[in-house]
């Protein structure tokens, strides 16, 4: 069975947990900037939004490198970036549409969320539950559900 990240804004509280957690896992650091997540802020609705990479299927990413260091990982349905064979040409931030491949200027490579190899620290971490690690096929189903029900609210509010 596949996982995925399910990101549920209105949970979140911008914490940065995640964004910590991540970094500690990747660079063994407690520095955000070095995360492969990244909480947006909204301050002026007072939101904070969780994003990373989706592992979508159409891995642009992944088609668009030149020297194919980024893999699939069957078992946990990641696109993974092997450090060993990046050059740092970049290629594959440029064909990401999402922007969550990311140029690392310390290590002159690229990195982008790789699930963790299947336990995401992002998920762990987060106090609310605004990042969780659910069944991939769940994630649309849920988010299709939430946004009926507000249109359902909507358009009742109408009549």
């Known amino acids: 069975m596949q996982k995925a990240l399910n990101i549920n804004a209105d949970k979140c509280t911008g914490c940065l947990q995640c964004e910590v ?3 500690f896992e990747h660079t063994g650091t407690f520095n955000p900037s070095k995360s492969r997540i990244k909480v947006f802020k909204f301050h002026d609705e007072g939101r904070f939004v969780p994003y990373t990479c989706t592992q979508c299927a159409e891995a642009w990413c992944l088609q668009a490198c030149p020297v194919e260091a980024i ?3 069957a078992e946990t349905g ?3 970036v092997a450090d060993s064979a990046c050059v740092g040409c970049k290629v594959c931030t440029i064909a990401c549409p999402f922007g969550t491949v990311n140029y690392v200027p310390d290590t002159g490579k690229v990195a982008k969320c790789d699930l963790c190899g299947g336990d995401p620290k992002c998920a762990t971490a987060c106090p609310t539950d605004a990042i969780t690690y ?5 994630t649309g189903l849920e988010k299709m559900r939430a946004w009926a029900a507000k249109t359902d609210v909507g358009l009742q509010a109408e009549a």
Do not use: G, Q
């Open 21 to 23: 957690a991540c970094s």
């Open 71 to 73: 893999s699939y990982d």
């Open 78 to 80: 990641a696109k993974v």
């Open 134 to 138: 659910v069944d991939a096929s769940m």
